[in-house]
């Protein structure tokens, strides 16, 4: 099998394959047999037509489409990997020569991993500016956390409602004297401040004591929902029935035993500190990680072909989809109450996929270039420690990970990464 | 004498006359009304073979019926000719 490869632009190429006379007969041969079970010819049974008689019935390109089938993807593939091509499409074939008892010769066009041309990638500068975690921020957690642990106190008879509490009351709505639909209620709980209801019903029922009745004149608002109350002049009779404000307890060793496992407010000052450090200095790693990548990934042009792209698009689009259904909506519908189409929506994400992709190769390029390789060890590591994440045995997550064709990416995903930490280690720091 | 044209009508092409060539034995549609004589004569001259034995049959037409209609095919008469070992008729042309 002879093949010769051409590039015609920077992410395709042409590959030219020549099937030798004698291999093209075999898979002709393949392909009468599974043709001739399939159609009659007078004076034969179904199956029982001895090829010649078959081609000269139907003529011989009845075999060529299977034939066809059967060899150009092999022969394809065997070119691909004599020219070491990174396909990265479907290929388009186009027949040169296709005659019985000569060579077969087709043209497959594919678009490939465009070849990349890395500029400067070491020494890339990012400033180190040393994280603080100031007083104030973990002030703010502590009172986070007491707000949270908040509790609920009934307050005595004569004690008059503030915004923030929370009240327990019986309403009735009445427009023009007539109660309206939807607009009575009993036992209800009601905090003041959170803007449940319409505006000023809240407001007006601050400094009502319990066992006092309130009477309410207000006015929808224009947008409501319903459209004979938007906009109208109603009454609400309101009882209120009792009145619970937040208590706060007061921030000490004894509201660190309890929000927390520690015994003493020190230590759990220290641990929010800690924790706010650790963050802080992540998404610093982050940030530094990526300006870093974005600077690598400037300096290179690329045409990326369109179908690694659109696949790249594919799959954020069904991760999207997956965190959707997290949320009990699926995909689908969330396209209907958008009324958006799919295409319409895998076209948000295309830049992003490009960049996404451009990233990858740009990183695997440098991989390439450093001679960064994941040693067998290495991913042994790699799955140990995923295997413990998801408290699985080891090897049943290897084999699950060789059966869904996963290793390599997560190879792919390592050498990924060790590229980042090498151009971290050749980034000179400046400190800011 | 009738012309061989006239003698071979057409070739029988079917599983079975396929298999009788692998004992170099042929297989025609002839005149009903040609002889061995004359089948041996056509097949020597129009193919440029040795004809060693020639069998003739004749074959009657199957009745068939098309709903209430009773009607026949036409009746045949077929003939087998051997040939010498190593001659051949290209027997597949013009099906």
């Given at each position: 099998m002879k093949s010769t490869v051409e590039k015609i632009d920077q992410n395709k190429v042409v590959l030219e394959v020549e099937v030798p006379v004698d291999k093209f007969e075999v898979a002709l041969n393949k392909a009468y047999k599974k043709v001739v079970a399939k159609v009659s010819i007078p004076?034969?049974?179904?199956?029982?037509?001895p090829r010649k008689i078959l081609e000269q019935f139907y003529g011989p390109e009845v075999l060529f489409e299977d034939a066809l089938e059967i060899i150009v993807p092999e022969a394809y593939f065997n070119a691909v990997e004599e020219h070491n091509v990174e396909p990265v499409d479907q290929p388009n074939f186009d027949m040169v020569q296709l005659e019985l008892g000569k060579p077969l010769i087709f043209k497959a066009t594919v678009a490939v991993k465009p070849e990349v041309v890395l500029?400067?990638?070491?020494?890339l500068e990012y400033k180190a500016e040393p994280v603080e975690i100031t007083e104030e921020a973990v002030q703010q957690q502590l009172e986070n956390l007491q707000k949270r642990h908040a509790r609920m106190a009934e307050l005595s008879a004569d004690s008059e409602a503030q915004m923030g509490d929370t009240v327990m009351i019986d309403f009735e709505g009445f427009k023009d004297d007539v109660p309206f639909e939807g607009g009575k209620g009993a036992d209800y709980q009601l905090e003041l401040?959170?803007?449940?209801?319409?505006?000023?019903f809240e407001e007006a029922l601050v400094g009502v004591k319990v066992g006092e009745e309130r009477t309410l004149d207000l006015t929808f608002p224009e947008?409501?929902?319903v459209a004979e109350l938007a906009g109208q002049p109603v009454k609400f009779v309101t009882v209120i029935k009792e009145i619970k404000r937040k208590e706060y307890a007061p921030i000490d060793d004894e509201f660190a035993k309890d929000v927390s496992d520690f015994d003493t407010l020190a230590e759990l000052t220290e641990d929010i500190r800690k924790n706010l450090q650790t963050q802080a200095e992540q998404a610093k790693d982050r940030e530094i990680r990526n300006s870093l990548i974005d600077k690598a990934v400037e300096q290179v042009e690329i045409s990326i072909p369109e179908a690694m792209i659109n696949e790249r698009a594919e799959q954020m689009m069904q991760d999207y989809g997956r965190r959707l259904e997290y949320q009990g909506i699926s995909l689908d519908n969330f396209l209907e109450m958008t009324k958006q189409s799919k295409e319409s929506l895998m076209a948000n994400f295309l830049p992003e996929a490009e960049n996404s992709v451009k990233r990858d190769l740009v990183l695997q390029a440098i991989a390439k270039a450093e001679n960064l390789d994941v040693t067998d060890e290495e991913i042994d590591k790699e799955i140990a420690e995923l295997a413990e994440n998801y408290r699985q045995p080891a090897d049943v997550l290897r084999k699950l990970l060789v059966d869904n064709g996963q290793l390599s990416s997560l190879k792919d995903g390592m050498k990924a990464d060790k590229a980042i930490q090498f151009l971290i280690d050749n980034a000179s720091v400046q400190e800011g | 004498m009738r012309s061989p044209y006239d003698v071979l009508l057409k070739p029988v092409i079917t599983e079975k006359s396929m298999d009788l060539t692998a004992d170099n034995k042929y297989t025609f549609i002839i005149n009903p009304d040609a002889n061995k004589i004359e089948v041996k004569y056509a097949v020597e001259q129009l193919f440029k073979v040795k004809v060693l034995d020639v069998w003739t049959l004749n074959v009657k037409g199957k009745k068939k019926r098309m709903g209430k209609f009773v009607g026949r095919t036409s009746d045949r008469k077929k003939a087998i000719v051997k040939l010498r070992d190593g001659d051949k008729i290209e027997i597949f042309e013009g099906v």
């Amino acid at each position: 099998m002879k093949s010769t490869v051409e590039k015609i632009d920077q992410n395709k190429v042409v590959l030219e394959v020549e099937v030798p006379v004698d291999k093209f007969e075999v898979a002709l041969n393949k392909a009468y047999k599974k043709v001739v079970a399939k159609v009659s010819i007078p004076g034969f049974r179904k199956g029982k037509a001895p090829r010649k008689i078959l081609e000269q019935f139907y003529g011989p390109e009845v075999l060529f489409e299977d034939a066809l089938e059967i060899i150009v993807p092999e022969a394809y593939f065997n070119a691909v990997e004599e020219h070491n091509v990174e396909p990265v499409d479907q290929p388009n074939f186009d027949m040169v020569q296709l005659e019985l008892g000569k060579p077969l010769i087709f043209k497959a066009t594919v678009a490939v991993k465009p070849e990349v041309v890395l500029g400067e990638y070491k020494g890339l500068e990012y400033k180190a500016e040393p994280v603080e975690i100031t007083e104030e921020a973990v002030q703010q957690q502590l009172e986070n956390l007491q707000k949270r642990h908040a509790r609920m106190a009934e307050l005595s008879a004569d004690s008059e409602a503030q915004m923030g509490d929370t009240v327990m009351i019986d309403f009735e709505g009445f427009k023009d004297d007539v109660p309206f639909e939807g607009g009575k209620g009993a036992d209800y709980q009601l905090e003041l401040g959170s803007n449940t209801f319409i505006p000023g019903f809240e407001e007006a029922l601050v400094g009502v004591k319990v066992g006092e009745e309130r009477t309410l004149d207000l006015t929808f608002p224009e947008e409501y929902h319903v459209a004979e109350l938007a906009g109208q002049p109603v009454k609400f009779v309101t009882v209120i029935k009792e009145i619970k404000r937040k208590e706060y307890a007061p921030i000490d060793d004894e509201f660190a035993k309890d929000v927390s496992d520690f015994d003493t407010l020190a230590e759990l000052t220290e641990d929010i500190r800690k924790n706010l450090q650790t963050q802080a200095e992540q998404a610093k790693d982050r940030e530094i990680r990526n300006s870093l990548i974005d600077k690598a990934v400037e300096q290179v042009e690329i045409s990326i072909p369109e179908a690694m792209i659109n696949e790249r698009a594919e799959q954020m689009m069904q991760d999207y989809g997956r965190r959707l259904e997290y949320q009990g909506i699926s995909l689908d519908n969330f396209l209907e109450m958008t009324k958006q189409s799919k295409e319409s929506l895998m076209a948000n994400f295309l830049p992003e996929a490009e960049n996404s992709v451009k990233r990858d190769l740009v990183l695997q390029a440098i991989a390439k270039a450093e001679n960064l390789d994941v040693t067998d060890e290495e991913i042994d590591k790699e799955i140990a420690e995923l295997a413990e994440n998801y408290r699985q045995p080891a090897d049943v997550l290897r084999k699950l990970l060789v059966d869904n064709g996963q290793l390599s990416s997560l190879k792919d995903g390592m050498k990924a990464d060790k590229a980042i930490q090498f151009l971290i280690d050749n980034a000179s720091v400046q400190e800011g | 004498m009738r012309s061989p044209y006239d003698v071979l009508l057409k070739p029988v092409i079917t599983e079975k006359s396929m298999d009788l060539t692998a004992d170099n034995k042929y297989t025609f549609i002839i005149n009903p009304d040609a002889n061995k004589i004359e089948v041996k004569y056509a097949v020597e001259q129009l193919f440029k073979v040795k004809v060693l034995d020639v069998w003739t049959l004749n074959v009657k037409g199957k009745k068939k019926r098309m709903g209430k209609f009773v009607g026949r095919t036409s009746d045949r008469k077929k003939a087998i000719v051997k040939l010498r070992d190593g001659d051949k008729i290209e027997i597949f042309e013009g099906v």
